[in-house]
């Protein structure tokens, strides 16, 4: 439970690509433009952190940006390099990227920014995972550069986490449990998918863990990664950006690499 593995997403890409993958665009782009965009120049380069099915990239690449998107899931980037076309893809793990990273960019690894959305690293389910992934980031980034990131809290593991629910269309039926243990801080998602192809119902099951990380220890590994001027800030659909409190169910953090 506690190995966090990209290759079990692959038999969730489609499911993902179709329900998922621009649910979190008009919550995330604005949150990006207030804490981000406006501080970077046009045309600055940008590394989409967990790139998934590349919904985020696309848009991004066409408000002008240079997005290079990382995914350690083939098949998530299969449907990636379908919905952005334009934006070079490599797949890596989130944990130690940069080695993949410099084979195949023809530039320095010196981004205006990195961003990691809809709660990827909460699928990192250690924090020594977590502390090596913010060391990758910070390697990557130029001076001055930014890296935003959000996590769900256990307010949000609480309120979202917990019960069942069943998305039924004519080619396929998604079954999803939802589950989250407080004295573990991991959330469970299992999901049971039948699709209609070639003539057949075929089944995949899919597992899906995350882990609660604690906002202060968030913070702490960030600073010991070298980062400075951390910002944290907490969401909820209907309050939007504001101090994190207990009751908020996404936690934003914003830090800079020192110039």
């Known amino acids: ?10 038999p969730f890409a489609w499911i993902y690509n179709h329900h998922w993958g621009k649910s979190f665009l008009p919550t995330i782009l604005p949150v990006m433009e207030n804490l981000v965009l406006r501080h970077i120049p046009p045309g ?6 967990c790139s998934g099915t590349g919904q985020l990239s696309a848009n991004l690449s066409a408000m002008g940006y240079e997005i290079t998107g990382v995914d350690g899931s083939s098949a998530m980037l299969k449907f990636a390099r379908k919905n952005a076309p334009g934006v070079q893809f490599i797949q890596a793990d989130a944990r130690d990227f940069i080695t993949t990273l410099d ?9 205006h920014a990195v961003v990691s959305a809809f709660d990827s690293l909460n699928h990192v389910m250690t924090f020594a995972g977590l502390s090596d992934v913010f060391a990758n980031v910070y390697q990557v980034l130029g001076k001055n550069g930014y890296f935003l990131l959000d996590l769900n809290t256990e307010a949000g593991y609480l309120y979202e986490w917990a019960g069942d629910f069943t998305i039924v269309e ?5 079954v999803v449990q939802n589950t ?4 573990k801080r991991i959330a469970t998602f299992e999901a049971t998918i039948f699709r209609w192809q070639k003539g057949g119902w075929y089944r995949s099951d899919v597992t899906i ?3 609660y990380h604690q906002p202060e220890r968030v913070v702490k590994l960030l600073k010991s ?11 909820n659909l209907e ?13 934003f953090f914003l830090c800079r690499k020192p110039k």
């Open 170 to 174: 004519n080619d396929h039926v998604c």
């Open 180 to 183: 989250y243990s407080p004295s």
């Open 1 to 10: 439970m506690n190995k966090y593995s990209p290759a079990v997403y692959d």
């Open 225 to 235: 990664a070298g980062f400075r001027d951390i910002e944290v800030y907490g969401f």
């Open 209 to 211: 863990y995350q882990k």
């Open 44 to 49: 600055a380069r940008i590394l989409d952190l």
């Open 239 to 251: 309050d939007g950006i504001k101090p994190l409190s207990p009751e908020m169910r996404r936690a």
């Open 103 to 111: 084979e195949h960019r023809k530039k320095p690894r010196n981004f």
